[in-house]
C-alpha cells in the first residue's frame, strides 16, 4: 500500500510540465510533448480534485487525457513519482533546463550553456555568471552576460510567484513593443487568452538587423538571451520572454499565423505556404479566414460570425460612486453614451457584500431619483436601474422582491462561502436563479486570476438551470476576472443559454475593458444572437420575468 501524500492539482501539472521540458530536451515527439503540455494546463484549469478523478478510473473524462497520460497520472498518484522523469532529471540536469523557462531561451541551449562551464546547477551557474566566466561560452559578450544575469533574477522571481500577466497588462506591453517595431501583437495576447504566458511581437523588414537592434534597446527588454537572422527573444522587466519575429515581406502573414498559435491550431495547417498576408494565406490553403480568438484547437471549417464590440448597444453591469464606483451615474453615462452606447444598466453592491459600501432598501429608492434626472438629460440614452444583489447563503437575495421588482435589471453575485462544496454552492446559485426577479448570475465561477480559484459550481447545471429561467450568465471584462471563461461561454452558447457581456466598471475608464469581455465572449464562439446586450433596450427590460 503506498503512503504517498495525494498531489493537488498544481502538483501534478508541474510534474507534467517537467517531464514535457526534458522530453523536449531528449527530442522526444513534438506531439509528445505537446500532449504532457495541454495535458498540465487542463489538470491546472480544473476545478475537481484530479487524484480523485485517476483513482475513480474517470481522469479519461478530461478532454486530452489519453491512456498513456493516465498510467503516468495513475502512477504519480499512486506512488508520488514518475520513474521516466526520474529518468531524465539524472541524466539532463533539470535544475539547468529551467534557465530556458526563466529567461526564454530554448531548454537545448541552456543545458550547451550550462556544460560548457561545466556548472551543474542554477546556483553553479549564477556564481559562474558572477565570476564573468559566462565570456567563456561563445557568443555571449560581456554586455550580454550582465543583462542575462538580470533577466535571470527576474525570470526566477517570476517563475516562483507561479502568476502570468493579466490579460490587460500583456497586452499593454506587446502592444508598446509592437509599436516600436512597426509590427504587429501575436501570441497568446493576440487569440485573447485568459493568462497569456506566450508574448510575441511580427514585422516585417526586407534587412531585419535594424529591428532587432531597436528591440534591444527597448527599455521594456532587459536582455535578449537569443538573436538570429530575423529572430530574437528579450526578457521583460516582468521576467517574461516576448519574441520578435522580423518577417520578409512575402512571408508575413505565415509568419503572423506562426506565432499567434496555438501550436495545435498551427500544426493542423502545416505546411503553411509563404504569404504576405493572412488572407492570402488562408486563400491558398483553400480555407475561410479564421479570427485569431477560434484558433485553439485545430479547425479548418467555416467560422461562425462571432461578436463584434460594434455589435453591443449598451453594457449591462457597473458601478458608481453609491458604493465603490469612482465616478456619478450621470459621468458614468455620459461615458457610455461617448462609447456610442444607446443603455448602460447602474449595478451597485448590496449591503451584504461588507467589504466595500452597499445599497440597502431606502438606498436604492433614492438613487432612482438620481438615475431619472440622468435619463432626462440624457435623453433617448437610458439610464437602467439596476444592482449587483449579493446571493446569501440560503440561496435568497440580500433586497426584498418588492424592491427588486421595481429595478429594471437584476444582477445576482455570490462574493461569499466560496469555500462551500460542489453540491452547496451550486444549490445556492441555482436557488437565486429562480428567483423571478432575476436578470442575469454574475461573474458566476467567481475566480480571480492569480489569486483565487474558480468555485466549486457545477457549470453544467447553471447552464441548464439558465436555460429554464431565461437567467443570462455573465462574461465579466475585470482583467482579474474574465468569467465566464471561454470554454464555459462555449458550453453555454452551445446549449442555447443567453450570455451578457460586460464590463463591472468601477470608473469611466473601466468601461474600455469591454475589450476584454468581448474577446472572452468570441473565444467561446458567441455571435451577436447569443449576447443579450446586442440588443434594442425594449428587448433587454422585455427579459425582466418578474
Known amino acids: 500500500m503506498s503512503t504517498a501524500a495525494t498531489p493537488d492539482n498544481d502538483t501534478i501539472a508541474a510534474k507534467l510540465e517537467r517531464l514535457a521540458a526534458l522530453l523536449e530536451l531528449a527530442e522526444a515527439s513534438y506531439y509528445s510533448v505537446r500532449a504532457y503540455r495541454r495535458a498540465a494546463e487542463l489538470i491546472r484549469a480544473t476545478p475537481a480534485p484530479v487524484a480523485e478523478l485517476i483513482r475513480t478510473g474517470e481522469v479519461r473524462r478530461l478532454r486530452g487525457i489519453g491512456p498513456a497520460i493516465e498510467r503516468r497520472l495513475r502512477e504519480l498518484v499512486e506512488t508520488g513519482e514518475l520513474h521516466e522523469l526520474n529518468e531524465l532529471e539524472e541524466e539532463l540536469q533539470p535544475a539547468l533546463v529551467g534557465l530556458g523557462r526563466y529567461l526564454g531561451i530554448s531548454a537545448r541551449r541552456a543545458v550547451e550553456i550550462a556544460r560548457a562551464l561545466g556548472v551543474r546547477d542554477i546556483d553553479d551557474f549564477r556564481a559562474a555568471a558572477d565570476a564573468g566566466r559566462l565570456r567563456e561560452v561563445p557568443g555571449i559578450g560581456p554586455h550580454t552576460e550582465r543583462r542575462l544575469v538580470e533577466a535571470l533574477a527576474l525570470g526566477e522571481r517570476r517563475a516562483a510567484s507561479g502568476r502570468t500577466l493579466l490579460l490587460n497588462r500583456a497586452r499593454a506591453l506587446v502592444a508598446g513593443v509592437a509599436q516600436a517595431v512597426s509590427g504587429e501583437i501575436a501570441g497568446d495576447v493576440r487569440r485573447w487568452h485568459d493568462q497569456p504566458r506566450r508574448l510575441a511581437v511580427v514585422c516585417w523588414a526586407v534587412h531585419a538587423e535594424p529591428l532587432l537592434d531597436v528591440f534591444a534597446g527597448l527599455p521594456e527588454i532587459v536582455a535578449v538571451v537569443e538573436r538570429e537572422d530575423r529572430r530574437a527573444v528579450g526578457v521583460t522587466v516582468e521576467g517574461l520572454p516576448i519574441e520578435l519575429v522580423v518577417a520578409a515581406p512575402a512571408a508575413f502573414g505565415t509568419a503572423l499565423v506562426r506565432a499567434t498559435g496555438s501550436d495545435d491550431y498551427v500544426a493542423a495547417l502545416e505546411p503553411l505556404p509563404d504569404a504576405p498576408d493572412e488572407e492570402g494565406l488562408y486563400a491558398a490553403l483553400g ?32 458601478h458608481s460612486s453609491w458604493s465603490d464606483g469612482k465616478a456619478s451615474v450621470l459621468e458614468m453615462a455620459e461615458e457610455a453614451q461617448v462609447r456610442g452606447y444607446e443603455y448602460l444598466a447602474i449595478c451597485d453592491h448590496t449591503r451584504n457584500v461588507r467589504v466595500v459600501p452597499g445599497l440597502d432598501a431606502d438606498d436604492v429608492r433614492r438613487q432612482a431619483e438620481e438615475i431619472a434626472e440622468a435619463n432626462a438629460r440624457l435623453a433617448p440614452f437610458r439610464v437602467l436601474r439596476g444592482i449587483e444583489c449579493d446571493v446569501l447563503a440560503d440561496g435568497s437575495l440580500d433586497l426584498p422582491d418588492d424592491v427588486l421588482a421595481e429595478l429594471d435589471w437584476v444582477m445576482a453575485s455570490v462574493h461569499a462561502g466560496q469555500r462551500q462544496t460542489r453540491d452547496e454552492l451550486t444549490k445556492r446559485v441555482l436557488t437565486a436563479m429562480q428567483n423571478p426577479y432575476v436578470s442575469a448570475l454574475s461573474h458566476p465561477t467567481g475566480r480571480l486570476i492569480n489569486h483565487r480559484p474558480p468555485n466549486a459550481l457545477d457549470i453544467e447545471r447553471v447552464i441548464a438551470a439558465a436555460l429554464e429561467t ?76 418578474g
Do not use: K
Not at 480555407?287 to 484547437?297: D, G, M, N
Not at 467555416?302 to 453591443?312: A, N
Not at 482579474?480 to 471561454?486: E, G, I
Not at 465572449?521 to 425582466?544: D, H, K, M, Q
Open 287 to 318: 480555407l475561410a479566414y479564421c479570427p485569431p480568438e477560434l484558433r485553439e484547437a485545430p479547425f479548418r471549417g467555416e467560422p461562425p460570425p462571432i461578436v463584434e464590440t460594434g455589435d453591443l448597444r449598451g453594457d449591462l453591469h457597473v
Open 470 to 545: 431565461g437567467v443570462a450568465l455573465e462574461v465579466n471584462g475585470l482583467p482579474d476576472r474574465l468569467d465566464l471563461r471561454d470554454e464555459h461561454v462555449r458550453l453555454a452558447v452551445e446549449a442555447g443559454a443567453d450570455i451578457v457581456v460586460s464590463t463591472d466598471a468601477h470608473s469611466v475608464r473601466g468601461l474600455a475593458n469591454i475589450e476584454l469581455a468581448v474577446g472572452t465572449a468570441r473565444r467561446g464562439w458567441a455571435t451577436a444572437a447569443s449576447v443579450v446586450n446586442t440588443r434594442p433596450v425594449e428587448a433587454v427590460l422585455a427579459r425582466c420575468r
